[in-house]
């Protein structure tokens, strides 16, 4: 079966997922993507979602928080603002992350609390924990 190299790196920990792979499901801000090898180049910026990944008859999930992919027909590059396999994802800091930012977006909206609340960073640190716990099976709220 025909692969592409998948590379994902972040700014705090460099590499952390280097594979050949048969096919990756990724979602950027225009929409759901399905890269295989070969693909045409192109070059988007992706939103908070685990990315799926087909490899040799098996599939796995990485969890990027938002960043950049530069694709090649050859090749996948990503460079995310934060990325973890699912084994990697601290189930409660994600509940607590969620928990914060829902609690902003709610008071946003009420207009209840007193200090200025930054509404685009609540909702993508919301958007964040939600994708992280979707990879776990959590289901808030
Ligand atoms: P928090 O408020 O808990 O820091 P966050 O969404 O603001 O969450 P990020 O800015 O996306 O955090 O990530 C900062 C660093 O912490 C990254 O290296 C990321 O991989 C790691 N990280 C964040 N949340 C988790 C988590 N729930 N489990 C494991 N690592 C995490």
Known sequence: MATILL???????????KNDINMLITR???????ILPK????????????MRIKEGGGETQLF????????????ITI???AAETPDDIDVDRAKDAYKRAE???????????????????????LARAKARLLVKGVHMG
């Open 64 to 75: 990027v928080s938002g960043g950049f992919m530069e694709v090649t027909p050859e090749k």
């Open 103 to 125: 609690e902003r977006v709610t008071a946003y909206k009420q207009s209840k609390s007193s200090e200025e609340i930054d509404i685009d960073r609540a909702e993508a640190a």
């Open 79 to 81: 460079l995310a603002d």
């Open 28 to 34: 950027s801000i225009c929409g759901e993507l399905g």
């Open 7 to 17: 590379e994902v790196a972040t700014p705090d920990k460099g590499e952390v997922y």
């Open 39 to 50: 693909h045409a180049n192109l070059l988007t910026e992706l939103i908070p979602h685990a």
